[in-house]
C-alpha cells in the first residue's frame, strides 16, 4: 500500500505551459506539504495545508497554486511554467498535533521545461 | 529564526566501517523533534530515526544512532557496519513540537566504498 502518492513521477513539457501535479496520501495525517528540491539537492518548502486550510505559503511566484479538496488530497498547480521551474517536486504528509509528527514523502514528480 | 545546518557536504566510508554525519541547529525553543532522512539515488526520501528533544535517551535503529545534544544544539547520525545500501544523501530536519514546517539541512552525500 502505498502512503504518499504523487502523479506524475516525470513531466516534460515546454515554457508557457501550465501542468498539474497532484498528491493523495492514505495515512489519515492531518497535514501535506510541497516541496521544491533544486539541482543541488536544497530541499524547500513551498506549501503545507492542514485539514484543507492553508497555513504555510512560502515565498514562491504567484504561478504555483496549490488545491487540497479534502485532507487526503494536495494538488499543485503550476501556471506559464519558465526553466527554473524544472526540478523535482515532493509532496509529503504528517500528523502534527498528536503522534511524533513523522513527515512522510511520495516517491517525487521530476518536471523538466524545456 | 530555526535554521538548520550540515557542514560536510560529502563524505566516504568503507564498507563495514563507521561513519558519522554532522548536524547543527539553531532554535530558541525546547519542544522539537529532530530527523535524519535518507535519499537514495531513487530519490525517495526515507525517514531514518527520529528525536523527540524533550528525551535525553539518544534513538537508535538498528545501525544508525544519534547523538543528541541539546545544550550544544548538535545531532550528529552514526551509521555502523556501513553497507553498500547506505549510500545516499541524508538530510537532517527540525520541526518544533506543536507546528508543522519542517526546516531541512543541504544535506551530505554519502559514498560507501566496498
Known amino acids: 500500500d502505498t502512503a504518499v502518492s504523487q502523479t506524475p513521477k516525470y513531466l516534460v513539457t515546454q515554457m508557457g505551459n501550465d501542468k498539474s501535479i497532484k498528491c493523495e496520501q492514505n495515512?489519515?495525517?492531518?497535514?501535506m506539504y510541497w516541496y521544491k528540491q533544486d539541482s543541488k539537492k536544497f530541499l524547500k518548502i513551498m506549501f503545507s495545508y492542514n485539514n484543507k486550510e492553508l497555513i504555510i505559503n512560502e515565498t514562491v511566484p504567484n504561478r504555483f497554486s496549490p488545491k487540497s479538496p479534502d485532507k487526503a488530497h494536495l494538488n499543485l498547480h503550476i501556471n506559464s511554467l519558465e526553466l527554473g521551474d524544472s526540478a523535482v517536486y515532493f509532496c509529503?504528509?504528517?500528523?502534527?498535533?498528536?503522534?511524533?509528527?513523522?513527515?512522510?514523502f511520495g516517491p517525487g514528480t521530476r518536471l523538466t521545461v524545456t | 529564526a530555526q535554521t538548520v545546518t550540515q557542514s560536510q557536504p560529502e563524505m566516504s566510508v568503507q564498507e563495514a566501517e563507521t561513519v558519522t554525519l554532522s548536524c547543527t541547529y539553531d532554535?530558541?525553543?525546547?519542544?522539537?523533534?529532530l530527523f535524519w532522512y535518507k535519499q537514495p539515488p531513487s530519490r525517495q526520501m526515507i525517514l531514518v530515526i527520529r528525536?523527540?528533544?524533550?528525551?535525553?535517551q539518544n534513538a537508535t535503529e538498528n545501525r544508525f544512532s544519534v547523538n543528541f545534544q541539546k545544550a550544544a544544539k548538535s545531532f550528529s547520525l552514526k551509521i555502523s557496519d556501513s553497507q553498500l545500501g547506505d549510500a545516499a544523501m541524508y538530510f537532517c530536519?527540525?520541526?518544533?513540537?506543536?507546528?508543522?514546517?519542517?526546516?531541512f539541512g543541504s544535506g551530505t552525500k554519502l559514498n560507501v566504498k566496498p
Open positions: 532554535t530558541s525553543e525546547s519542544d522539537y523533534y
Open positions: 528525536q523527540e528533544a524533550y528525551k535525553q
Open positions: 530536519a527540525y520541526r518544533l513540537y506543536n507546528f508543522n514546517k519542517f526546516y
Open positions: 495515512l489519515g495525517h492531518d497535514t
Open positions: 509529503a504528509s504528517s500528523q502534527v498535533l498528536t503522534g511524533g509528527g513523522d513527515q512522510y
